[in-house]
């Protein structure tokens, strides 16, 4: 058998070992496919030609450089403890290393490392762990009837949560798959998990963790399992639920009635409103092979989050189909700044100004229109310019430059006007800036969307209190004149 490039990619993509190579200058050249799941990339284009200073994984990046600047002088390494940030959260994990070697001359050097972190907790918190899954409950199912034979319950759980861990949950699939067998697939994120863990600790966050992944594999029952993706991401394959009206009410059980997917969460240091975003798209309506499949998922995933998270997204082909994933996440923040400046600039008066970055907010926001009170307290629209409502009382709703809601019930007693207002518009979730310098308030910028519990994106709210300013530094300007 030649070892051609084909085949060696489809060997170093079956690793559950996140492997990596790089040139003599400690530049990214190639990762495979476990190692793109780790970070979370859709593609390894992101960090080619790049170095793990670029990527800004380590919060001391030194000591890496110099373990790997001795392989590049014909060291080799062998299982060493490291940490690395993944999508916020400090992660434990063990490397090795080697040099790539063409003739005589060093190259470059290959490596790989694994995920220990939660082993690790395992081993310093036996006595607070849960286990979800037991052997007689998985052997119901034929994949792991097998591989029980063989394998150990603890080599096939992750060692946290007592979920199936990645590396079975995706081997269930391709099972699945392999034997033809309807089933829908999903992912599950849990929104703001990082803000979770850095206010109430990460034991806190251990247990939001803990209690949602059992409360989903109880819902679930005996028609599937929940395993863990990596991190906050979790994964569920269900074998009962493929229609779409199966799946709708089997998705609105997890989210209403504070139950599973939005619910409060009662932790030592105290309560959080805990909520995820979903996607999910089924075998095989909608895709007969993995990589379609886990396509489909990950993009109902992006459209989630781009709706302002805490909801779910079931995939259907007359709606999604022609959705990109790159279309769907967001530029970094000081880009869409640039860019709505920019259309701001286009406009002469304010209204043309509103008008000039309506598009861009609505698709960035996800919003209908935007809102604005004048300095005399009346609401009024971009798109309507015949709005025109009293709110008198706005100013008594907040101390604070931005105000947010996800249930408008809330402003009801506070401000009954701007209340009335937008509960005849369907609103269920507001966001506010307050545009001024100072005490002096011109008025405020209103954002609102149909759907309750909206959870509003701190880049979101960053860049409405950019156009505030933008407002503000025109309305002085003008009053110059």
């Known amino acids: 058998m030649n070892m051609t490039v084909e085949l060696f990619d489809n060997i170093i993509n079956t690793s559950q070992d996140c492997v990596f190579w790089k040139d003599d200058k400690r ?28 990527m800004g ?15 590049l002088s014909g060291e080799s390494t062998h299982k060493v403890h490291g940490k690395c940030m993944v999508r916020g959260e400090e992660r434990d994990i063990i490397a090795s290393k080697r040099p790539l070697y063409e003739g ?3 190259v470059g050097l290959v490596g790989s490392f694994i995920d220990i972190t939660d082993v690790l907790k395992r081993q310093g918190r036996t006595d607070d762990l849960q286990i979800v899954y037991t052997v007689e409950m998985l052997r119901r199912i034929p994949y792991f009837d097998r591989i029980l034979d063989e394998t150990a319950l603890d080599d096939i759980l ?8 990645r590396m079975h949950s995706m081997n269930f699939v391709h099972s699945l798959i392999a034997a033809g067998t309807p089933f829908t697939f999903a992912i599950i994120d849990l929104d703001n998990f990082k803000f979770i863990n ?3 600790g990460h034991k806190s966050g251990d247990t939001v963790l803990k209690t949602v992944t059992r409360s989903i594999a109880e819902t679930l029952g005996e028609n599937g399992i929940v395993g863990r993706f990596g991190g906050d991401e979790l994964l569920m394959i269900d074998l009962r639920d493929i229609d779409l009206e199966e799946k709708q009410r089997f998705f609105k059980n997890l989210y209403e009635n504070n139950s599973v997917l939005r619910r409060n969460i009662h932790l030592d240091s105290g309560s959080t409103l805990i909520t995820c975003t979903s996607g999910c798209a089924s075998f095989p309506d909608d895709a007969d092979n993995y990589s379609d499949l886990f396509g489909l998922i990950d993009k109902t995933l992006y459209l989630g989050k781009s709706k302002g998270r805490n909801c779910y997204v079931i995939y259907q082909a007359e709606k999604h189909s022609g959705i990109e994933i790159k279309k769907l996440v967001k530029h970094n923040i000081y880009d869409d700044m640039i860019n709505l400046q920019k259309l701001f600039e286009q406009g002469e008066t304010l209204q043309e100004k509103m008008r000039s970055v309506l598009t861009f907010l609505t698709d960035f926001l996800q919003i209908p229109d935007l809102y604005f009170t004048d300095s005399e307290n009346r609401l009024r629209s971009v798109t309507d310019e015949t709005l025109n409502i009293d709110v008198t009382g706005i100013s008594v709703l907040t101390d604070e430059d931005l105000y947010t809601t996800s249930d408008l019930s809330e402003m009801e007693k506070i401000c009954p006007r701007l209340y009335e207002a937008l509960k005849s ?4 979730s507001v966001m506010m800036i307050r545009t001024g310098g100072g005490v002096m308030t011109d008025g405020w910028l209103i954002c609102g969307v149909k759907r309750r519990f909206r959870i509003w994106q701190e880049n979101e709210c960053a860049l409405m209190y950019f156009l505030s300013n ?7 300007l003008t009053a110059k004149r």
């Open 425 to 428: 518009r369907g609103f269920g």
């Open 198 to 200: 850095d206010t109430f």
């Open 27 to 54: 530049r990214f050249l190639g990762v495979n496919q476990a190692f793109l799941d780790f970070y979370g990339f859709e593609s390894a284009s992101i960090l080619i030609g790049k170095t793990d200073e670029d």
């Open 158 to 165: 992750d060692p946290l949560t007592g979920i199936v861990g």
């Open 104 to 106: 005589d001359r060093i």
């Open 57 to 71: 994984w380590h919060n001391d990046p030194e000591p890496y450089k110099q373990d790997e600047l001795r392989v």
């Open 470 to 476: 933008l407002i503000h530094s025109h309305l002085l």
